[in-house]
């Protein structure tokens, strides 16, 4: 399993960006995933996740409205567009695959990707 | 909304068993979910429905929940074990993390 995040820039407050999250080693169409994020020197804070199929959306109250989430399972990619950006947005950005059934937890991370919010 | 709380921080002597707390209301009804962070890593997952271990993850790290606590255990620690650990559990469908506890290994 790899998942392999991108996108991540510096973009000023009021902006918009998109991270990707190429997935490999299993089957993307049959697991749920997510994004996590980490602000410098901070724990983690989920964000938001998109079912299999990607008809079912979450979102962290902190994000929604603000952020999207979606997949293309053609071509194994997961995908995030953030809006209306703020400092407080600045994070490593960790695309989260779902464990197996009813396990609970996210079982393989991607390396993260920096989004930086400043003017 | 639910929330998790744990010590900021834990010490440990090398060889010796460090405890990790992860405190929520009831949080034996949920399964709780450790991570390990190293410093400049991703975190990875090392305990999963309160007591289960992935392949891969040695036996001296061990899980339980009971009551209001869940507990991350390591026995015999070891210096890599110094790392940031969170626990995680879900509400309906929005995942909780706790607030993280840097593990310092003496």
């Known amino acids: 399993v790899q998942l392999v995040d991108s996108g991540g820039a510096l973009v000023q407050p009021g902006g918009s960006l998109t991270l990707s999250c190429t997935a490999s080693?299993?089957?993307?169409?049959?697991?749920?995933m997510g994004w996590v994020r980490q602000a410098p020197g901070r724990g983690l804070e989920w964000i938001s996740s998109?079912?299999?199929?990607?008809?079912?959306?979450y979102y962290a109250d902190s994000v929604k409205g603000r952020f999207s989430i979606s997949r293309d399972n053609t071509r194994n990619t997961l995908h995030l567009h953030l809006g209306s950006l703020s400092v407080e947005d600045t994070a490593i950005y960790y695309c989260?695959?779902?464990?197996?059934?009813?396990?609970?937890?996210?079982?393989?991370w991607g390396q993260g990707t920096l989004v930086t919010v400043s003017s | 909304s639910y929330e998790l709380t744990q010590p900021h921080s834990v010490s440990v002597s090398l060889g010796q068993t460090a405890k990790i707390a992860c405190g929520g209301h009831?949080?034996?009804?949920?399964?709780v979910s450790w991570y390990q962070q190293r410093p400049g890593q991703s975190p990875m997952v090392v305990i999963f429905?309160?007591?289960k271990r992935p392949s891969g993850i040695p036996e001296r790290i061990s899980g339980s929940n009971s009551g209001n606590t869940a507990t991350l255990t390591i026995s015999g620690t070891q210096a890599v074990d110094e790392a940031d650990y969170y626990c995680?559990?879900?509400?309906?469908?929005?995942?909780?993390f706790g607030g993280g506890t840097k593990l310092t290994v003496l």
């Open positions: 989260v695959k779902y464990g197996p059934g009813y396990t609970g937890m996210f079982d393989f």
């Open positions: 429905q309160d007591t």
């Open positions: 009831r949080v034996v009804d949920r399964y």
């Open positions: 998109i079912g299999g199929a990607g008809i079912k959306t």
């Open positions: 995680h559990v879900w509400d309906n469908s929005s995942a909780v």
């Open positions: 080693g299993f089957s993307f169409s049959d697991s749920a």
